[in-house]
C-alpha cells in the first residue's frame, strides 16, 4: 500500500528542516519551493535553506540562549546545524558560515533522498485533505498569504526588516582596521574598524540626515525591536549605536593600545574572506547614500559594495489566536505551521519550528499524537510563548532566557543559566525517551 505523504509549501531552514525530518521517519514528501523560478526580495539563488539577512547563527555556548536552542536541535537530529558545522568559519562564539556550502549541502541532502521529492513551482493553495507543512517564511506570497487568511480568518501582520551590506575584501584598507575578537576567542573572526569620537559623531548625524529608500507600504507599522535599521537606530540618540552594534567593550586597537570610542565589526562571509558585512548594518538608504555614508567609516573610504542593504516585507501570522502547541492550526489540525511565519524571529528559531512541525505531522501520518516539547527547554520556551502570548500586541521572538519560567529566586547569573541549561537538556532527554519509547 502506498505510503501518505507530507506536502512541505516552502524550501528556507523551516521547510528543509521539516522534509528532513519526515524523511527520517520513513515519510515520504513532497517539498514545494518557487525558487528559482519565481525570486523573492531578498533571495539570490535557487538553494534550499538560503540565508539572506546575516551569514550568522548566533551563539554557541549553550549558557547562551541561541546556544542552548542549537543544542537541543542537535539531539533532535537537526539537518540545518550538520550543514552549519560542514560550512562552518571562524566566529568566536558565534556559529559563522560559508552561506554557498550551507546551502548547497542542505540542498543535495535532499535532493539526494529517496523520500523526497522536490518540485521548483508556487504553490498558491493549501491542500483539504493532506497534511501540509506551509513554511513560507517572512517572504511568504500574497497568493498564499490570501489562502491562509482565508483559513484562520484573522488577518497576517507584518513588520519590516533589513539586511546589511557586504563590502568586497579587497577593496578595504587594512592599515586602519585590526582583526579581534571582543571575547578573546577567534582574534581572526571580525575585522574592527575603530572610530573617534569625533569621526563616530559626524558618522551618526550622516546616518541621521541620510535620504531613505521610500517603500511603497505603510511606514506606521513597528520594525522588530532586534532588527531595526542602522538609521533608525541613530535617531534614537547619539549614544544609541555606540550601546548597540559599534560598542567597543572587549576591543583594543593595537596601534594606541586603548579601547576605541566606537568600533564597526565586519564579519568575513566566506572561507576565503573575500567578503565583508557589516556587523548590524541593516538598513533602507536609499543606494547612493549607502555608498556615501558607510564610506565615512575607517577604512571603508573605497569600499567596493557587492550587496547593498535593502528592506524587504515580512509576514508572520497572530499565532496565539490560531495555533496549537504543536504547530498545528486549531481550525485545520491537518495544517502545520512552521518558521518564522509562526512569529519567532531568527535563523535557529525558524529552523526550530521546521523540526517540530516535521516531527509532528510524521506522528500524524504514523496515528500517534502529536507532541510539544518540555516547557523548561528552549523550544519548548519558545512555542510556549508563541501560542500563549497576548494576541492583540504579539511580536516577533528571538530565543531568550527571559521566556523560561519556574527559575529558583536569588540564583546569580552564573548559576542561573547553569540551572537553565542543565534542567532543559534533562528534561529533553527524558522527553526523548518517553517519545521514543512509544516508538516515534
Known sequence: MKKPRVIVIGGGLAGSEAAWQLARRGVPVDLYEMRPRRMTEAHQTGYLGELVCSNSLKAVDPTNAHGLLKAEMQKLGSLILEAAEKARLPGGKALVVDREIFARHITETLEQHPLVRIHREEMTEIPENEIVIVAT????????????????????????????????????????????DRHGLDEESYLNAPMTREEYERFV??????????????????????????????????????????????????????????????????????????????TQLRIPEQKRVFRMIPGLEHAEFLRYGAVHRNTYLKAPAILKPTLQLKMRENVFIAGQLVGTEGYTEAAMGGLLAGI????????????????????????????????????????????????????????????????????LDRWLQEISSNGS
Open 205 to 282: 548625524d550622516a546616518l541621521v540626515h541620510a535620504e531613505k529608500h521610500q517603500p511603497h507600504f505603510d511606514e506606521k507599522i513597528p520594525y522588530f525591536e532586534g532588527c531595526l535599521p542602522i538609521e533608525e537606530m541613530a535617531r534614537r540618540g547619539l549614544d544609541t549605536l555606540r550601546y548597540g552594534p559599534l560598542k567597543p567593550i572587549g576591543l583594543k586597537d593595537p596601534r594606541t593600545g586603548k579601547q576605541p570610542y566606537a568600533v564597526v565589526q565586519l564579519r568575513p562571509e566566506n572561507r576565503d574572506r573575500t567578503a565583508y558585512s557589516l556587523v548590524g548594518f541593516q
Open 137 to 180: 517564511g517572512p517572504l511568504t506570497s500574497p497568493a498564499l498569504a490570501e489562502k491562509l487568511k482565508e483559513i484562520t480568518g484573522e488577518e497576517t501582520l507584518a513588520f519590516y526588516d533589513a539586511i546589511s551590506p557586504i563590502v568586497d575584501a579587497d577593496t578595504l584598507d587594512y592599515s586602519k582596521l585590526f582583526f579581534q
Open 360 to 427: 509532528n505531522a510524521a506522528r500524524l501520518v504514523q496515528g500517534k499524537p502529536p507532541v510539544v516539547p518540555p516547557l523548561h527547554t528552549m523550544m519548548g520556551a519558545l512555542i510556549h510563548y508563541i501560542t500563549t502570548a497576548p494576541p492583540k500586541h504579539f511580536q516577533p521572538m528571538n530565543a531568550n532566557f527571559g521566556l523560561i519560567l519556574d527559575i529558583p529566586r536569588g540564583l546569580k547569573k552564573a548559576a542561573k543559566r547553569k540551572f537553565i541549561v542543565e534542567r532543559a537538556l534533562e528534561e
